[in-house]
């Protein structure tokens, strides 16, 4: 039962809760019980997450390691290019970018998410939490929270000392505002990766296995969401598509954010859009769950 | 007014039948074949406050399948369930707050942490009131006699201390219905009689209703004198656990020691002779003529010792099953 791998630093959604939200529907005076419930069960779950502290700091050391073959071979398509801008991004801000994905998808990314609610609707450990008062996507958030927070908080100092090595690469540092723009496109990236994630969980419901559907979600949303290298590299109308896309949000605008490449007003339809994008797919979260749980109870359980 | 009631509970599952070979696999891809199946069928019973009940059946009987319809997990195809006055499959939360389903092949509990921890977070999803949790608690872990595990990581328990663990954080919030499926499975006999007697007593105590299954006799025997037996989704048998006995064994058990060091022949003509060891005879008598052929087996041998038993619960209860539906048993409640 124990994690067992490097990839499963920040894993996993073992567990599942129930269909009908008690926050949603508890009355004004109860709802501090409520989020106290959630709060306890982030604060449990991150006791859990700490019990492998060792597993953790190696694993995020070793995550590293890849960056050092990344910035080699920037420098070599620059070099071989024989430009100093490849679609307006310079060697540096390349460079600064690729780090930045880093950061974004320490909030975004949601390993084995989708796997454990379908796992979990498959196996019938989805049972456990229908028996109780207790909302399961209200459950798995916190559970997500307590484990990036803590997966956040090994991770700074080994993230701290990269970037201040690679500190060459950051020109130019960003100011208050967009500091605050920044960390706010971080938190709704966290959200939709959340429920982004939990929707494609949500396909057990209709579907026995769903392994090599995760598979292509997970290979696509490497290329689409800006993780392998900024969007605007791409042939222009193709990036005019995936730009409208929700999955931009997940690597590329928190870190085009932090580089000020999305300023001004774009910068506020940007956040105003990734809003919108987290609200759409919290309900559309909702959604599956309450569909697909009528499923559930008239076919399997 | 009853705990549950269960009236013409039906549940009828569609199963993909897949076909033979490649081929078959590749048909199925376009269009499928179902089976329908029945997996309970028109299961009638009430459950008054304070009772445990047993529900027997072999595999695949529906026994599962009607806890999971009183539980809430799955809606009946027909028919209808009230258990504490709603209707599961609504999922209320004061229904899930009053009631606990405990399955001894899934566990609950976090796994890399201990007990407690899972505890308390049981405490915040019931919305428990710090004061009354650590009583209970405190009662719970006394009662169990689980004290000083309360704080190990749970992979480190015994199966048996797991098992307990999960009972804990099952009563925690006081449930008024317990459904236990299958509570002692894989456990040693010493671990299966301590939660027998833990679960007694909290019956006792707290007047909580009990409905479990089970395929140890013993469990049966220790907590329940009321069962339920379902063989192929129909309920067959409701009613006493001694009446069972009664109504399904036709025979009983004649142990006789005779005199010397073998059996006498000639035994045959009084019933069918089950074993033999030295001069120790076991005899399957019909239960009508088991005066008679005692009678007549004083009269003609030197009898040292005898008994007259019923035959072993299972064996009449694997009796039943095979049987299937013989018909509706009306006897008490």
Redesign the interface.
Known sequence: MRPPSLESLEREAESIGADESPAMRAPPARRWGTLAKYWRIFRVSLGERLVYRGDFIIGTVLRFLPMVTTILLWEAVFKGSGQAELSGWNLYEMIAYLLLVHVSRMFSSMPGLAFGVARSIRDGDLKKYLLQPIDMLAYLMSYRAAHKAAYIATAALPYGVLLYLCRGYFTSWPDASTWLAFLASLSMAFVIGFYFEACIGMTGFWFLEVTSFLYVVNTLNFFVSGHMFPLDLLPPTLAAILKVLPFQYLAYFPSAVFLGKIQGDALAAGLLIELAWALTFALLARLLFRTGLRRYSAFGG | MPIIEANDLTKV??VYQKKDGFLGSLRGLVKREYKEVRAADGVTFTIEPGEMVAFLGPNGAGKT?TL?ML?????PTRGTARVLGHVP?E???AF??RF??V?GQ?N?L????PAA??F??H?????LPAADFARTQGELIEMFGVGALTRQ?V?ELSLGERMKMELIAALLHRPQLLLLDEPTIGLDVIAQVTIQKCLKEYNAQRGVTMLLTSHYMRDVEALCKRVLVITRGKLVYDGLLAGITEQFGQSKLVKLQFAGETVPPGLEQYGELTKTDGPVADLKVDRHRVAEVLGAVLDRYTVVDMSVQDPPLDQMIARVFEEGNVGHASTVA
């Open positions: 599952y569609r399948t999971k539980s809430g997990l799955i809606y499959s999922r209320a939360d899930r707050r606990a389903l399955m899934k609950q976090w796994w890399d942490l921890d899972s308390q977070l405490r915040e999803i019931y919305s990581p992979r």
